[in-house]
């Protein structure tokens, strides 16, 4: 399956806003993009990434303390780096 430049964009877009949102755990998120996006293995993602595979599938299972580091290593293939974003308040 090939995915046109566009399709890619609204893709990753798509899965940005999800995190964003709140909608979307990091992990799942780092999932899509690696399966989706690119289409890799664990094994191939992760060398691409320079990170271990064993980080790799911590990082996919919401598991252990992630470094800023290695998070942005996996973002960083699809434009992206972990941030900071405003929460919006529910007023009542």
Same mark, same amino acid.
């Given at each position: 399956? #090939?995915?046109t *430049? %566009?399709?890619?964009?609204?893709? !990753?877009?798509?899965?940005?806003? %999800?995190?964003?949102?709140? #909608?979307?755990? !990091?992990? &799942?998120?780092?999932?899509?993009?690696?399966?989706?996006?690119?289409?890799?293995?664990?094994?191939? $993602? %992760?060398?691409?990434? =320079?990170?271990?595979?064993? #980080?790799? *599938?911590? !990082? &996919?299972?919401?598991?252990?303390?992630?470094t800023? =580091?290695?998070?942005?290593?996996? $973002?960083?293939? $699809?434009?992206? =780096?972990?941030?900071? *974003?405003?929460?919006?308040? &529910?007023?009542?």
């Amino acid at each position: 399956m #090939t995915m046109t *430049v %566009a399709e890619r964009t609204v893709l !990753i877009e798509s899965i940005q806003e %999800a995190l964003a949102q709140g #909608t979307l755990e !990091i992990g &799942e998120a780092v999932r899509r993009l690696r399966v989706e996006v690119t289409g890799l293995h664990q094994t191939q $993602f %992760a060398k691409m990434c =320079k990170i271990s595979v064993r #980080t790799l *599938v911590h !990082i &996919e299972h919401g598991e252990g303390n992630q470094t800023l =580091k290695s998070l942005n290593a996996v $973002f960083r293939p $699809f434009g992206l =780096k972990m941030g900071v *974003v405003r929460v919006r308040r &529910e007023i009542n």
